[in-house]
């Protein structure tokens, strides 16, 4: 098959993608600012990958995130009040596509690997770092809902390098 052949040429990019002259300068700015890749989930289950978060240090602990209002992470979250963040790796990328929407998910979200059931939501199994957060606050924020919580429980572990989120692209340090 010749490469111009129908079916014979693989777009080294994103076919699909806006350019970047098209986006807001805001989204060009988000994009340039390296963000960390994490699961949030919540008894239900539910989950939803997200970079859009902080955590603040204080007494107590706390954690704020920005996320899709209609996602039904958000309505399980809500339901449950509780949730779990959970910082992902570059061999978790899969998972970060597939709990973003980005990738199929047969059997649902949950059924392609182990998880751990805590009283925050399940953890994938193997997953040494991870916080227990209880819901405080929510609100409109841009186009998101920002959502606060409490951080109640960590468990840190050697966890290797994090999956960075930049420039629309899954990074490793």
Same mark, same amino acid.
């Given at each position: ?8 040429? #693989?777009?080294? +990019?994103?076919? &699909? *993608? ?12 988000? /994009?340039?600012?390296?963000?960390? %890749?994490? $699961?949030? +989930? ?18 107590? =602990? !706390? %954690?704020? =995130? ?6 039904? &992470?958000?309505?399980? @979250?809500?339901?449950?009040?509780? &949730? ?11 998972? @970060?596509? !597939? &709990?973003? =929407?980005?990738?199929? *998910?047969? /059997?649902? $979200? ?10 925050? /939501?399940? #953890?994938? @199994?193997?997953?040494? +770092? ?14 998101? $809902?920002?959502?606060?919580?409490? #951080? ?5 572990? *050697?966890?290797?390098?994090? $999956? ?10």
């Amino acid at each position: 098959m010749t490469p111009d052949a129908p079916g014979g040429r #693989i777009h080294s +990019t994103d076919p &699909f *993608a806006i350019p970047d002259q098209d986006k807001s300068a805001v989204r060009r700015l988000r /994009g340039r600012l390296a963000a960390p %890749v994490t $699961l949030w +989930t919540t008894p239900g289950p539910s989950g939803l990958t997200v970079s859009s978060m902080l955590v603040a240090d204080g007494d107590p =602990g !706390r %954690v704020l =995130g920005l996320i899709d209002e209609e996602s039904d &992470f958000w309505d399980a @979250a809500e339901t449950a009040g509780r &949730f779990a963040v959970i910082p992902l790796t570059p061999a978790d990328r899969q998972l @970060a596509d !597939r &709990f973003a =929407g980005l990738m199929p *998910a047969p /059997g649902g $979200l949950f059924a392609a690997s182990e998880w751990t059931d805590t009283e925050w /939501g399940p #953890i994938p @199994a193997g997953a040494d +770092t991870w916080a227990g957060c209880r819901l405080d606050a929510n609100r409109p924020y841009g186009w998101a $809902l920002l959502v606060e919580a409490v #951080i109640e429980t960590v468990h840190t572990g *050697a966890s290797p390098a994090p $999956l960075i989120h930049y420039r629309g692209r899954y990074n490793e340090l």
